[in-house]
């Protein structure tokens, strides 16, 4: 089981965060606020943190950030699948708090999508969306996104409404 997520964050960190240019071989990193906010580790996070200390193979692990904490969902655990929904509304609610409100999309062209909606960030709350998967996701990663949508849409409304 810490395998498996182990090989997922390597995949996903990997594939994620930078590409290398092969023609002039230069590495390119992708510094875009919405890998900035995906990546982001948030160290306060302590919905879990019983789970953590009495499962010494997960006390070293950091699951602080929306990428690894959509990841915890993939798992059969169902405590395991428990703390990952609850960090990533701890996740939702930092980042609304901060002023950076996300919405997570998926499907074909999602980083175009991405791109053009984060080219203004003063409009429509200010939300920064994130793609986090082109055309199909596994369901882990879907309800992962819906709980972060969710969280953010309910305090944008909540918001609105004081």
């Known amino acids: 089981m810490f395998k498996k997520l ?4 390597v995949v996903c960190l990997s594939l994620q965060a930078k590409s290398q240019n092969s ?8 510094n875009s606020i919405s890998t900035q906010l995906f990546t ?16 010494p193979k997960w006390r070293d692990t950091k ?13 059969q655990d169902k405590e395991v ?17 901060e002023g950076n409100p996300v919405i997570l999309i ?12 984060n080219e203004n960030l003063q409009d429509d709350d200010r939300i920064v ?3 986090y998967a082109e ?9 992962a996104a819906e709980i972060v949508n969710n969280q953010t849409r309910f305090l944008i409304k909540k918001n609105k409404t004081l």
């Open 129 to 131: 969306y994130i793609s």
């Open 81 to 97: 699948q428990l703390m990952g929904e609850g960090r990533l509304v701890g996740i939702a609610t930092q980042l609304y708090l």
């Open 135 to 143: 055309c199909t996701s596994p369901p882990f990663l879907r309800k």
């Open 106 to 117: 998926m499907g074909m062209d999602s980083y175009l999508e991405e791109k053009k909606k």
């Open 6 to 9: 182990v090989l997922i964050l």
């Open 40 to 55: 982001k580790c948030f160290e306060n996070l302590n919905y879990g943190a019983e789970f953590l200390e009495k499962n």
């Open 23 to 30: 023609v002039e071989n230069e590495e390119i990193v992708d």
């Open 63 to 75: 699951i602080c950030s929306l990428m690894t904490c959509m990841m915890l969902l993939s798992f």
